[in-house]
């Protein structure tokens, strides 16, 4: 029922995002400028669950130099930069037509660079995934703000090693940024990111290693995917009520 609801609403983006696409590239231009925000905001408040994050915006300084939140709308773009961001990494790789049409402008508005860098929540990354971030992070000029759809675990995976490559704190202390308090819930399919930092700590226990030298030379996406345990209480909490993919 999960997946045949995760498909309907995939969908549902889908043909929204088809219908606004191609009424704002069919309008005459003074259309378009007129009706192209409103359209993308009715999508993205609709849609893409915006007026949930309307409420809670999921918006945490975590160091001095980044943020992480959930999908922020312009308004919270144009917030972003009067407080110094210079980058906003977007971890999604299924935002609403309207939701990216109105980041990516905003960003452009407030001099902000975006970045697209896909993640997910309910797979341990592959290697070229921990890579592409590495490379990001290396790449991007800080503060920068990371989020995702909910700001809970896509955001809380990326803050984890963002805390841990660019700011040098412990994988022990780091992975404290995938807890509760940011609606991230362990016990769901959303558990396996907590998964691949407790089986580092373990082997780190048993034979010590950089935690970047582990994903290079010992960690197993596949493993770790087939091993891990969620429990289906959580996913129906996570899928169901909090509608979060």
Same mark, same amino acid.
């Given at each position: 029922m999960?997946?045949?609801l995760?498909?309907?609403k995939r969908?549902?983006r889908?043909?929204?995002?088809?219908?606004?696409?191609?009424?704002?590239?069919s309008?005459?231009?003074?259309?378009q400028?007129k009706?192209?925000p409103?359209?993308?905001y009715?999508?993205?408040?609709l849609?893409d669950?915006?007026?949930?994050?309307?409420?809670f915006s999921?918006?945490h300084?975590i160091?001095?130099?980044?943020?992480?939140?959930?999908?922020p709308?312009?308004?919270?773009?144009?917030?972003?930069a009067?407080h110094?961001?210079?980058?906003?990494i977007n971890?999604?790789?299924?935002?609403?037509?309207?939701?990216?049409?109105?980041?990516?402008?905003?960003?452009?508005r407030h001099g902000?660079t975006?970045?697209?860098l896909?993640?997910r929540?309910?797979?341990a990354?592959?290697?070229?995934?921990?890579?592409? #971030?590495?490379?990001?992070?290396?790449a991007?000029?800080? &503060? +920068?703000?990371?989020h995702? *759809?909910?700001? $809970?675990d /896509?955001? %809380?995976?990326m803050? #984890?090693?963002?805390?841990?490559?660019?700011?040098?704190v &412990? +994988?022990e202390?780091?992975? *404290?940024q995938? $807890?509760? /308090?940011? %609606?991230?819930?362990?016990?769901?399919d959303?558990g396996?990111?907590d998964?691949?930092?407790?089986?580092?700590?373990e082997?780190?226990?048993?034979?010590?290693?950089?935690?970047?030298?582990?994903i290079?030379t010992k960690?197993d996406?596949?493993?770790?995917?087939r091993?891990?345990?969620?429990n289906?209480?959580?996913?129906r909490?996570?899928?169901?009520?909090?509608k979060?993919e």
């Amino acid at each position: 029922m999960a997946g045949i609801l995760k498909e309907a609403k995939r969908g549902l983006r889908r043909r929204s995002g088809a219908f606004l696409h191609n009424a704002i590239h069919s309008s005459p231009s003074w259309l378009q400028r007129k009706a192209a925000p409103a359209l993308c905001y009715a999508e993205m408040l609709l849609v893409d669950y915006g007026l949930t994050r309307a409420l809670f915006s999921n918006r945490h300084k975590i160091a001095d130099d980044v943020w992480r939140s959930a999908q922020p709308a312009p308004h919270q773009i144009r917030w972003a930069a009067k407080h110094g961001v210079k980058t906003v990494i977007n971890l999604r790789g299924d935002q609403s037509f309207g939701t990216r049409w109105l980041e990516e402008r905003a960003c452009q508005r407030h001099g902000l660079t975006l970045v697209n860098l896909k993640l997910r929540s309910r797979a341990a990354p592959e290697i070229e995934e921990f890579r592409a #971030v590495r490379e990001t992070l290396e790449a991007v000029t800080f &503060p +920068i703000l990371v989020h995702c *759809k909910s700001g $809970s675990d /896509r955001a %809380g995976l990326m803050s #984890v090693l963002v805390l841990h490559l660019h700011g040098g704190v &412990p +994988i022990e202390e780091a992975r *404290k940024q995938l $807890s509760l /308090r940011f %609606g991230h819930i362990k016990q769901a399919d959303t558990g396996v990111l907590d998964y691949v930092f407790e089986r580092y700590l373990e082997d780190n226990e048993k034979s010590p290693l950089p935690f970047w030298d582990w994903i290079e030379t010992k960690y197993d996406a596949a493993e770790i995917n087939r091993t891990f345990r969620a429990n289906g209480w959580a996913n129906r909490l996570v899928n169901g009520i909090l509608k979060r993919e």
